[in-house]
């Protein structure tokens, strides 16, 4: 390969490796915006899905560095360098998933309070004629489970 050819690859290598360093950055910035927005913040979907964008974009540039490193002139320092951005990636990737498993914990957490807190509300406004109107659909319920349990046991016998 003649050095005109090198120094093209080498070029090549040099703005992709800038590109993925610079979506690092910005990936690292949304990482932290995301992780002090909160899960219920306005725009908390809206930074996930940037860093979601930010992820895939990234990989490509990885693949690209990797494509680049495997080439049989590259230097070994190409397939270390391509290395090292795809175990930042893999981290990113990591901290994200992390990220977002905790807000959909907290969401769903938060959900089932609201639906408790609900249900113990409409438990409070429940008027009595209610209430005795539940006692009687219940004690139907379970005359209906002892007839069924009495004709099985004549049945049985």
């Known amino acids: ?8 690859r080498l070029a090549m290598f040099s703005k992709v490796r800038i590109e993925a ?8 910035q949304l990482l932290s915006r995301y992780s002090s927005l909160g899960p219920h913040a306005e725009n908390a979907g809206t ?6 964008d930010n992820l895939n974009e990234r990989a490509d540039k ?3 560095l ?8 590259a230097s070994s320092a190409w397939r270390h360098q391509a290395q090292r951005h795809h175990e930042v990636l893999e981290d990113h990737k990591k901290t994200f998933s992390r990220l977002s498993n905790q807000y959909k ?4 957490r938060e959900n089932l309070l609201s639906s408790v807190r609900s249900d113990i509300e409409s438990h409070r ?11 009687a659909d219940e004690r139907g319920r379970i005359e209906q489970s002892n007839s069924l349990a009495d004709s099985l046991l004549q049945q049985a016998f």
């Open 1 to 8: 390969m003649d050095s005109a050819q090198s120094a093209t």
């Open 21 to 28: 360093r610079t979506l690092e950055a910005d990936c690292d």
């Open 47 to 52: 930074v996930a899905n940037s860093i979601q």
């Open 62 to 64: 990885v693949e690209s």
């Open 66 to 73: 990797f494509e680049l490193a495997s080439e049989p002139e």
């Open 105 to 108: 914990l907290e969401q769903n």
């Open 125 to 135: 406004a429940r008027t009595p004629q209610d209430e005795s109107t539940y006692y």
